[in-house]
């Protein structure tokens, strides 16, 4: 049983506009929520993180929303850019977990020129 | 500041082998150690996580086993490879709180032939 879930393996988004990644999640214990971009053959890298107390944290052009109430949470880039190609991961995790991070699939977000 | 190193960055292994991952943190004391497993088309598995030498705990029954010789060493192991433990695996740190962001290594590719 999945506890994360990204429902889109792949994302096209022209250069300049908003990329949008979504992410669901079944565990209401989950208290902390995370984004990780990831090259290939690479190991992922942290972009932003979001605790659930807040619905939004902004870090320069990435922007994580978390509605609690739905289970949900997203990523905004904006302006995409090309070098913003990548695996994006969600992640959770839950107080007490040891900060064991629960993973989705991925989205592969691919910014054209 | 804090550095991960994990090697081999690719490895090919006959079935039956032993397999023998390393990682090392540089620049803290103390982490939280995890090795998580990225099969083909999934996501990121984790498989154990360690909060001080000698303290190993298995989210996932299989094939391999992990030890924490040192604090800043953790590596992960198996007697005899099956075909099912190609993919790529990656060793992570985190600060020994919650809501902290694991970082990640740049991971190992396991072929197992």
């Known amino acids: ?113 | 500041s804090q550095t991960i190193h994990q090697w081999p960055a690719t490895l090919v292994q006959p079935v039956g082998s032993p397999l023998s991952l390393e990682c090392t943190v540089e620049g803290t004391s103390n982490p939280n150690l995890y090795w998580y497993r990225q099969a083909a088309g999934r996501g990121l598995q984790l498989l154990f996580y360690s909060v001080g030498i000698g303290q190993i705990s298995s989210e996932v029954p299989q094939n391999l086993s992990a030890s924490r010789p040192q604090d800043r060493q953790f590596i992960l192991s198996s007697k005899k490879l099956l075909l099912s433990d190609s993919g790529f695996y990656l060793c992570a740190w985190s600060v020994d709180s919650n809501n902290s962001p694991l970082h990640f290594g740049n991971g190992t590719r396991l072929t197992v032939t």
């Not at chain 1, 993180?49 to 052009?61: L, P, Q, V, W």
């Not at chain 1, 929303?65 to 990523?75: E, G, I, R």
């Not at chain 1, 992640?91 to 993973?103: D, E, H, K, W, Y």
């Open chain 1, 1 to 113: 049983d999945q506890q994360v879930k990204q429902n889109s393996p792949s994302l096209s988004v022209q250069e300049g506009r908003i990329s949008i990644l979504n992410c669901d999640y079944t565990n209401s214990m989950f208290d902390y929520f995370l984004w990780y971009k990831k090259y290939p053959a690479e190991g992922p890298t942290f972009l932003i993180s979001i605790s659930s107390i807040k619905d939004k944290n902004e870090d320069g052009r990435f922007t994580v929303f978390l509605n609690k109430s739905a289970k949900h949470l997203s990523l905004h880039i904006v302006p995409s850019q090309p070098g913003d190609s990548a695996v994006y991961f969600c992640a959770a995790s839950a107080t007490g977990s040891q900060g064991n991070l629960i993973f989705g699939k991925g989205t592969k977000l691919s910014v054209k020129p």
